[in-house]
């Protein structure tokens, strides 16, 4: 029923720049927070960013405030991330993610459904 299907992953060099996106169906997208999360290889899934129902608060993580900024539209049913100053750090699998309430809090457990993922690669 639900569906987020992220896409605008790839590679990238140190410094540079890339826009994800996530298209989601099967719901009443503007009564739900959504985020964004990242797991590396190896590492625990972890909260990047999230957004509230009406795109009007929004919270970014310390590791990634200042470069990176999510937004959605509604009338769209779409959720973005624009990442800037990308570093090898930022290597990851990157979720699109919907929140159980109009909220959009950094536990995984808050979430109710997740897509499949996009991949990022930052190296030289």
């Known amino acids: 029923q639900v569906q987020l299907v992220e896409s605008g992953g790839g590679w990238v060099q140190p410094g540079g720049s890339l826009r994800l996106s996530c298209a989601a169906s099967?719901?009443?997208?503007?009564?739900?927070?959504m985020a964004w999360f990242r797991q590396g290889a190896g590492t625990e899934r972890e909260f990047v960013a999230g957004?509230?129902?009406?795109?009007?608060?929004?919270s970014h993580s310390n590791a990634v405030k200042g470069r990176f900024t999510i937004s959605r539209d509604n009338a769209k049913n779409m959720l973005y991330l624009q990442m800037n100053s990308l570093k090898s750090d930022d290597t990851a699998v990157y979720y699109c993610?919907?929140?159980?309430?109009?909220?959009?809090?950094?536990?995984?457990?808050?979430?109710?459904?997740w897509g499949q993922g996009t991949q990022v690669t930052v190296s030289s």
């Open positions: 957004i509230n129902w009406r795109g009007i608060i929004s």
């Open positions: 993610a919907v929140s159980g309430s109009r909220f959009a809090r950094d536990s995984t457990s808050e979430y109710a459904y």
């Open positions: 099967g719901l009443t997208f503007s009564n739900f927070g």
